[in-house]
């Protein structure tokens, strides 16, 4: 994995060269050009693959129900592999990836009948033991038992778990890829594990970290999760977009690793995208939560003090992660049967659009209610009524132009897949019933689908025992116990300036900060950074908790969280029942809230009228 010739002696951590890592996808989804332009690059000595976002479980759950072979993510082997695996075997690149899902094996069977249809020989590892299906009943009983009526409950709603769960799944760590590539391993697939894990894991084995080197895994999983999302850190969803050249052929990025885990994040030389401390940043904040306490099975990470400067073009280098012991839990994701869902589209033109849609959107609803409560199948579990193009979803702060076109989204759920059938088959009936202008229903009858949602819980670390096999070798990586985890220490919040005596002027909150969003469950992570470190007390005396719940309110049921990041000039805002559920639960057209920050960067701020602003 290394650089350095094979006669020569061996290196300690510190004399090792860095570990040049690349990271070809942030979702199942992603791009195929990813793997391709990095293994061409040159400038990679490992290639990993992120696959697994909540949301994916979901999906991967509803496949294996109709397919035992399924449960993985296809693209790694049908698109990403068959596409690179030749060169990725002449260059010696080892690659990692958590496309098992939650069938690793059927996943590693098929990427073995690739190779073998390449002609080409390839040691394939799997990592599992992240399947805790069978100790439920245990751990509901140990719960039970535990306190009286006394029930695992979900992270973050803190409601019972469902009684009976599609799957569960543990967070594995980034040891057993270190494992299996110490032992022999090209290629490494895992089920679920931390995104970051798969970056992680390759450092460990290159500099030969143990796992109480805290500071080191920290900065090795920031690396990671950098890099986990794709093009998130190399000018993908970037704030100022108009300013990032190239978007079609945007390069993937490459981070540089160091045996202290600090790293310089680059891309390949050629490609589009920006690679700027603003970007990178916004990548860091990315759905991290408590800044100071991100927990993940090997380590417990503080990226306050994170600092990120730029070395050179389309170079940034990343250091001052600390890291501490990680906690005595494991955070485990679960997916369960909750019904079915389907949702219907349709366009409408011309005068009053949105006013017709909305009435189209209501008079379905009624009539289908109608007519599933005539069959006794009761009513819908949630419905849900969006015009496309009316900015529904920024409520009260909308102020949409005179529309003549706009698209009418029903979303709708019920326990009974025949009342979603009957609701299908009543969409077409608009385009000559109601509203002049109702077009867009020739793509067929709305598939009714099983609402799989996602939950989560946690359960002690000794519970789960990842194993790595590799051929006929199974090599058992039972988790550490940790010691103790102290309280983190809190950072003093920036100082407020004085009210500005001379005249000032409102400007939107875009203009002082850069913004993302992004999502856990029902939470929304937006991190704000300001574009001058001069200017963040100001924006902490006016992005209160209090001035985004009331900015956000029509979205969002639950309290506001807001955390400092002094080395970023930076604030984490964390919004509790913010996504109707999230996920597959969720019957919005932002499930996920990726448009969670650009309306809060709409937000007025006061600023003195003299800022060049």
């Known amino acids: 994995m290394s650089a350095h010739h094979p006669t020569a002696p061996p290196l300690s951590a510190t004399t090792r060269p860095p570990l040049r890592i690349g990271g070809a996808s942030g979702f199942w989804g992603d791009s195929s050009v990813g793997a391709p332009q990095l293994v061409a690059s040159g400038l990679i000595d490992v290639l990993v693959f992120d696959y697994l976002a909540e949301t994916t479980m979901a999906i991967l759950v509803s496949a294996q129900r109709k397919n035992p072979e399924a449960g993985y993510a296809t693209d790694f082997v049908d698109s990403a592999m068959r596409q690179v695996l030749p060169e990725v075997v002449r260059r010696g690149i080892k690659v990692v990836s958590n496309a098992g899902g939650i069938n690793p094996q059927a996943c590693a069977r098929a990427l073995a009948a690739l190779a073998t249809e390449l002609g ?131 390069g993937y990025p490459i981070v540089d690793v160091a045996a202290d885990g600090s790293f310089v994040v680059g891309k390949s030389p050629g490609t589009g995208g920006l690679v700027s401390p603003a970007t990178v940043g916004e990548q860091l904040l990315y759905e991290i939560g408590d800044p100071g306490a991100y927990l993940l099975p090997d380590v417990r990470c503080d990226f306050r003090q994170v600092r990120i400067e730029q070395v050179g073009e389309n170079r940034v280098r990343v250091s001052g992660a600390r890291g501490g012991p990680p906690p005595a839990t494991l955070k485990v994701s679960a997916t369960s049967m909750a019904g079915w869902r389907c949702s219907s589209s349709l366009t409408i033109v011309g005068i009053d659009a949105v006013a017709k849609a909305r009435r189209t959107g209501e008079a379905l609803l009624e009539r289908t209610r109608e007519l599933i409560a005539a069959r006794g199948w009761g009513d819908f579990s949630a419905t849900r009524i969006e015009v496309i193009g009316a900015e529904s979803l920024y409520g009260p702060h909308a102020s949409p132009p005179r529309l003549r076109e706009v698209m009418l989204r029903l979303a709708v759920q019920h326990p009974k897949k025949e009342a979603l059938e009957l609701f299908a088959r009543e969409q077409a009936a608009p385009g000559t019933s109601w509203s002049p202008g109702t077009t867009g229903a020739g793509a067929g009858r709305p598939p009714v689908q099983p609402l799989i949602v996602p939950c989560a819980f946690a359960l002690p670390r000794t519970a789960v025992t990842p194993q790595v096999n590799l051929g006929e ?141």
């Open 473 to 613: 070798v199974v090599i058992a990586v039972p988790f550490n116990i940790p010691a103790p985890v102290q309280p983190v220490t809190g950072l003093p919040d920036p100082i407020a300036p004085a009210p500005a005596a001379g005249p000032s002027r409102c400007v939107p909150l875009v203009a002082l900060a850069w913004g993302r969003s992004g999502d856990k469950g029902d939470l929304s992570n937006i991190g704000l950074i300001a574009r001058r470190p001069e200017w963040l007390p100001l924006l902490w005396a006016q992005v209160t908790p209090a001035a985004v719940l009331a900015w956000l309110g029509h979205l969002v049921k639950g309290p506001v969280d807001r955390y400092h990041l002094p080395g970023l000039s930076a604030m984490n805002l964390v919004i509790h029942q913010a996504l109707d559920g999230g996920g597959p639960a969720s019957l919005r057209l932002d499930p996920l809230g990726k448009g969670m920050a650009q309306m809060l960067l709409e937000m007025p701020v006061t600023v003195p009228a003299d800022w060049p602003v």
């Open 120 to 250: 080409l020989t390839l040691q394939i590892a799997v990592v599992d033991g992240d399947d805790v299906r069978e100790a439920l009943p245990a751990l509901r009983a140990a719960a039970a038992s535990a306190a009286p009526g006394g029930v695992l409950t979900d992270l973050v709603s803190g409601r019972p778990l469902p009684g009976a769960l599609l799957s569960a799944n543990a967070y594995l760590g980034a040891e057993p890829v270190a494992r299996a590539l110490a032992a022999g391993a090209d290629v490494v697939i895992t089920g679920r594990c931390v995104d970051s894990a798969v970056t992680l894991g390759p450092l460990i084995h290159h500099f030969g970290w143990t796992m109480d080197q805290y500071d080191a895994l920290a900065g090795g999983s920031l690396a990671g999760h950098i890099i986990e999302c794709g093009c998130q850190a190399t000018g993908g969803l970037f704030t100022d977009w108009q300013s990032v050249p190239d978007w079609a052929h945007i």
